[in-house]
């Protein structure tokens, strides 16, 4: 399926130009977004050209050491609780299942889009164009950033277009610490920015993002990266303040309802303690920020 829609992409050339001009300028999004001007479509192809898909990794099945356990002493070492959320630890089972590797593509979201006769939003579309003509990133360079500027929504119907799903809170928090309950993907190393891309600030607020292939140094122990930082990513569930009180001890998918759904990883901008493969957080599911993307997961072909 990803590669077929790889090559689908790759078909996107000078020859269908006027075609995919046509179309991208012939919708509008749904929350508003306008109509880009031609030479800012000409960027978007070009990016969503270039998108390549995450291979996927499989989670075997098993028990792991989800939460964490309190601590009173210690309110600012990196094994203690962000908040009480992520309490009680305990263990969990996980049926077998894949996850992606990489976090979503830019380029990804926006063939995505492109299929679905969308535009990208507002935010999105001024970003693309800032980084651009103000700072000069190439078109190759941003067809490898994660998507941002997603909602929930708009993450659940990208994985559902590739026969996946967002992974629940639970398939997360395993992918990205193992069974053995790491404080961070890659062990209990306090971060630093060889392991994960984290504590950064630009007076405008522009993303500073590492491509999504990247990361080895800091990944997890099934071989994700960026499971911590670059970007939040969205998980299925809804988020539960008090869920892990109840939370089954196999397969848990979460409240039935809620008023925000799962954040997870921590982003570019986040402190240290956000980092914390326990750590857990939520938005309003319609929210869209430079701050949380996402990644796909599925389950095992019978």
């Not at 969990?92 to 590797?101: A, T």
Request: glycine residues 8%; proline residues 7%; negative net charge.
């Amino acid at each position: 399926m990803n590669d077929f829609r790889f090559l689908r992409a790759s078909m996107l050339t000078a020859v269908s130009w006027t075609i995919f001009s046509a179309a991208i300028s012939s919708v509008s999004f749904a929350i508003g977004a306008s109509t880009p001007s031609l030479e800012l479509v000409r960027h978007l192809q070009a990016i969503a050209i270039q998108s390549v898909p995450s291979p996927a990794v499989v989670i075997p099945e098993g028990f792991f050491l989800m939460g964490t356990v309190r601590i009173d002493d210690d309110p600012y070492g990196p094994a203690t609780q962000f908040d009480d959320t992520e309490l009680p630890r305990q263990r969990i089972w996980l049926d077998s299942y894949r996850i992606d590797r990489d976090e979503v593509s830019l380029g990804e979201y926006l063939g995505f889009l492109h299929d679905q006769r969308l535009h990208p939003s507002e935010g999105l579309q001024k970003l693309i164009w800032h980084v651009i003509t103000v700072h000069s990133v190439s078109d190759e360079i941003l067809a490898r950033w994660p998507a941002l500027y997603v909602t929930w929504k708009e993450a659940d119907e990208f994985c559902r277009s590739r026969d996946k799903h967002l992974p629940t809170e639970a398939q997360w928090e395993k992918a990205a610490r193992g069974s053995d309950g790491l404080t961070f993907p890659w062990g209990g190393a306090p971060p630093e920015s060889k392991l994960a891309m984290f504590g950064q600030h630009h007076v405008h607020e522009i993303p500073i993002l590492a491509a999504v292939d990247t990361g080895d140094e800091g990944k997890s122990p099934y071989g994700l990266h960026h499971m911590a930082g670059n970007i939040g990513e969205w998980v299925q569930d809804w988020f539960g303040f008090d869920y892990y009180a109840y939370i089954p001890e196999r397969n848990p998918l979460g409240p039935t309802s809620g008023r925000y759904k799962g954040v997870r990883g921590g982003s570019w901008k986040s402190k240290p303690n956000m980092l914390r493969s326990a750590t857990r957080g939520g938005a309003a599911p319609d929210q869209r920020s430079p701050t949380i993307g996402f990644r796909c997961a599925g389950l095992l072909s019978k």
